[in-house]
Structures are given as structure tokens and as C-alpha cells.
């Protein structure tokens, strides 16, 4: 079994306000396969900040729980990054 690769790119940046970006992944199964929108806003939040993030055309085959998983994991790296702790 191969590994499902995928290239991407910026398509707009808003410094400390908004993040979109455009995701091909290559796979043979087609399924698997296609262009996904990666939408992140940082909104302020009291003494923070909120982040909301949309996926969209995510490949079918994608399980949408795991993929909020991921994208979970994906916010605690970086919180602790953010933090200055580097342990995960």
C-alpha cells in the first residue's frame, strides 16, 4: 500500500486575521483524491483568540471524524508552539 501525497498553496493571506488555502491530494484511488479549501480565521476572544477553520471538498472517502481529529492535533501542536513548548 503506497502513501496518498498532496501539494498546496496560499491562496489569500490577512496577516493575524485569515489564512486560505487550496490543497490538491494525488492518490490512485479517486476517492481519495481532489481539491480541498482550507479557510482559518483568528478571531479575538476575550483574553485570546478564537480559531475557526472550515474544510472544504474534502475527498469523500475522508472520514470527517478523523479529519476533526487531525485538525484537533494540528491546533494543540499549536497552542504549545505558540507557548514556547516545544515537548510534543
Known amino acids: 500500500m ?5 501539494q498546496g ?5 490577512l496577516p493575524d486575521r485569515l489564512v486560505v488555502e487550496s ?5 490512485p484511488d479517486p476517492a481519495f483524491a481532489g481539491v480541498m479549501a482550507m479557510t482559518t480565521e483568528l478571531l ?8 475557526v477553520m472550515v474544510h472544504e471538498g ?3 472517502a475522508v472520514d470527517p ?3 476533526e481529529v487531525g485538525t484537533q492535533m494540528a491546533l ?3 497552542a504549545a508552539w ?3 513548548d516545544r515537548s510534543w
Open 58 to 60: 474534502v475527498p469523500d
Open 23 to 27: 490543497f490538491e491530494f494525488e492518490s
Open 9 to 13: 498553496h496560499f491562496v489569500r493571506l
Open 2 to 6: 503506497g502513501f496518498d501525497t498532496y
Open 44 to 51: 479575538e476572544a476575550d483574553g485570546g483568540c478564537e480559531v
Open 65 to 67: 471524524a478523523l479529519n
Open 82 to 84: 505558540v507557548a514556547d
Open 76 to 78: 494543540v501542536r499549536l
